[in-house]
């Protein structure tokens, strides 16, 4: 990063920290939840989604469950089988590439949010249609398996110098925090596809506000290791978080 750009990453990562309270607090007072259910299409969509969740931890336990045949207590082996299949699940879900699985999964959370939110902020109401859901959901598709090549390739670009003066072991942390970036990203491309930028718009728009990708992303990314629902909870609030940043970003550029 350029030497001029540090300061402004920076004051943009500051900046969207200390929105996070004004995000939360937006989602409450504007009742974003309310809507989803207007969507005809919604029920059947989270129907799908809650059998392949439902899939995935039976999958979980089965395979545990058949290793382990042999052990006597049938009452351990039912809570140890529970267990690990928690414990496994919970290490596939904070796999890096299962977290960009989950964001489009959530899409339609994220769709609905990202949209509530600019609707409010913006005074204009925002398309939502099943078609207009279907072209969010290509487009999440596309960005969150480009994002997580261009993680997988930076990380191990830079792994390589690190492992040459011996600082291997914080591979992770690096890795994670580059992670940060993209899942921010991934999160405020929802608020540049309303306003009609293509993908490659989109990046080059996002590195200009580099410190609130990594600000959203950060936010997002620490939530996601909350159990069960920490996933969703940090997609809706990097979502509005995103767009209430960007939206007073621009509203201070045109003063």
């Known amino acids: 990063m350029e030497s001029h750009l540090l300061p402004l990453f920076v004051q943009d990562l500051i900046y969207t920290l200390s929105r ?11 009742r974003l939840w309310e809507g989803m259910m207007g ?7 989270l129907l799908i989604l809650g059998i392949l ?10 395979d545990w469950f058949s290793r382990d045949g042999e052990k006597t207590n049938v009452v351990f082996q039912a809570l140890a089988s529970t267990g690990h299949a928690f414990s496994e699940s919970f290490q596939f879900m904070f796999n890096s590439g299962f977290k960009y699985v989950l964001l489009v999964v959530f899409e339609i959370f994220i769709f609905h949010f990202s949209r509530r939110a600019i609707e409010i902020l913006t005074g204009i109401p925002s398309p939502s249609s ?4 279907v ?4 487009r999440m598709i596309k960005i969150a398996l480009k994002n997580y090549i261009y993680e997988i390739v930076i990380v191990a670009l830079v792994s390589i110098p690190f492992n040459m003066i011996g600082w291997s072991a914080t591979k992770p942390v690096f890795a994670w925090l580059i992670g940060c970036y993209f899942i921010g990203f991934t999160l405020i491309d929802n608020y540049h596809e309303l306003y009609e930028l293509s993908i490659k ?9 580099m410190g609130v990708a990594f600000g959203v992303g950060l936010v997002a990314n620490v939530l996601m290791y909350i159990p069960v629902i920490g996933t969703l909870i940090g997609s ?11 939206y007073d970003l621009e509203a201070k550029a045109m003063v």
């Open 53 to 62: 969740l439902s899939l995935r931890f039976i999958q979980s336990f089965t």
């Open 236 to 246: 809706i609030l990097g979502a509005v978080l995103a767009a209430i940043c960007l």
């Open 135 to 138: 072209n969010a959901q290509k």
């Open 130 to 133: 099943f078609k207009d859901f």
């Open 39 to 45: 969507y005809s299409w919604l029920s059947k969509i």
């Open 201 to 209: 718009e989109s990046e080059h728009r996002t590195k200009s506000i």
């Open 20 to 30: 996070v309270r004004d995000a939360i607090d937006f989602i409450r007072k504007n």
